[in-house]
């Protein structure tokens, strides 16, 4: 592909890491309707910029940055408003302009964030999606110091769940996944419980572990109908179920026992820009330690192995990054 000059309001920025994550396969099997073909994806990317446009004053050549995907256009009533994820004019790098499996990418300068020199290119890369999207989702949830909760998914996304659990104080986390592997690493990162939903009864076993209660807070971050439901039902009367993953399929929900339960049924699409400043300073100030969340690393030209690996689940990924 062509590099070109950047527009004065522009930046070209050369990628030095960038995370695959399961929306690029979401986007391969046509899960996610907003994704355009052909189109160069990657939507987790970190760099250096390389060029600035005329205009540009707040980066310049050599700084490191975070690519934001979730390009907003920063002055629509939405963005305004700090809810920039649901901008009117959103466009997704990565889906709908050419993202960061490769080399150099070129985009308006508000889509880079400068990323701190202490923090790793890999580290910032992952930032970008796999990070920000729990903390997003525990912010709409609005998680409380002293509260249960349940992770559904410990994917490249759902196992930061466990940390930013930690982080907004949940007094319990119980870790859910049908990989011992992963329930390992949640563990590691502080989950109370680890479940395995392909031996156990997941429902059972939370509703045994909290004295027939259920958990304050369900999170879902894999988009299967069954661990939705399951996540529904994990809950406390009272409590707060937030779906991440994006579905293939609908869900038969009965609106009956959420109502008389007065269970709070949420969504969380993405993030804001506010909150991947919050997730620099956290990494910066060494409360949220991102050193073991990168499993596999491929240059870009092997990209296609890399997507493999999170594809057929090969060795456990946790993130799978790509480097020049
Ligand atoms: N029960 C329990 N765990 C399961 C089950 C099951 N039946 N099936 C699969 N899992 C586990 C897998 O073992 C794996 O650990 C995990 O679920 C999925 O992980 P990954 O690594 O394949 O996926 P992630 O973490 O990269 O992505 C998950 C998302 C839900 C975020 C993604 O798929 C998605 O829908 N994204 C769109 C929504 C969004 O907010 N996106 C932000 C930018 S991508
Ligand atoms: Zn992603």
């Known amino acids: 592909m062509p590099v070109k000059d950047p527009g004065s309001q522009e930046l070209v920025v050369k990628v030095l890491a960038s995370g695959i994550c399961h929306s690029d396969l979401h986007a391969m099997n046509g899960v996610i309707p907003y994704a355009s073909i052909p189109i160069t994806p990657g939507h987790e990317g970190a760099g250096i910029v390389e060029a600035v446009g005329a205009n540009i004053q707040d980066l310049k050549v050599g700084d490191h940055v975070i690519l934001r995907f979730v390009m907003s256009c920063g002055a629509c009533a939405p963005c305004v408003q700090g809810t920039d994820n649901l901008c009117r004019k959103l466009k997704f790098l990565g889906f709908e302009v050419d993202g960061t499996f490769a080399e150099y990418v070129s985009v308006p300068s508000r889509h880079a964030i400068h990323l701190p020199d202490s923090i790793p290119f890999e580290q910032g890369a992952i930032i970008g999606c796999a990070v920000v999207t729990p903390i997003h989702a525990m912010n709409i949830a609005r998680v409380r110091p002293g509260s249960s909760v349940a992770i559904f998914g410990l994917g490249g996304v759902g196992i930061h769940a466990v940390q930013t659990g930690k982080i907004f104080g949940a007094a319990e986390i119980f870790a859910v996944d049908i990989s011992d592997s992963k329930l390992s690493l949640a563990k590691l990162f502080g989950a109370n419980y680890a479940i395995n939903g392909s031996k156990e009864d997941t429902v059972a076993e939370i509703k045994r572990l909290t004295d027939g209660v259920g958990v304050d807070f369900a999170f879902e971050f894999i988009g299967l109908p069954t661990t939705q439901l399951q996540a529904i039902s994990s809950v406390k009367r009272g409590g707060t179920v937030t779906l991440v993953g994006i579905p293939n399929q609908s869900l038969n929900i009965d609106l009956k026992y959420l109502l008389t339960n007065e269970i709070q049924l949420r969504t969380s699409f993405d993030h804001t820009r506010a909150e991947v400043d919050d997730v620099i300073r956290l990494v910066e100030s060494g409360r949220l330690?991102?050193?073991?969340?990168?499993?596999?690393?491929?240059?870009?030209?092997?990209?296609?192995?890399?997507?493999?690996v999170l594809r057929k689940n090969i060795g456990d990924p946790i993130r799978v990054v790509v480097t020049p």
């Open 289 to 308: 330690d991102l050193s073991k969340s990168i499993s596999h690393r491929f240059p870009l030209s092997k990209v296609n192995e890399g997507i493999d």
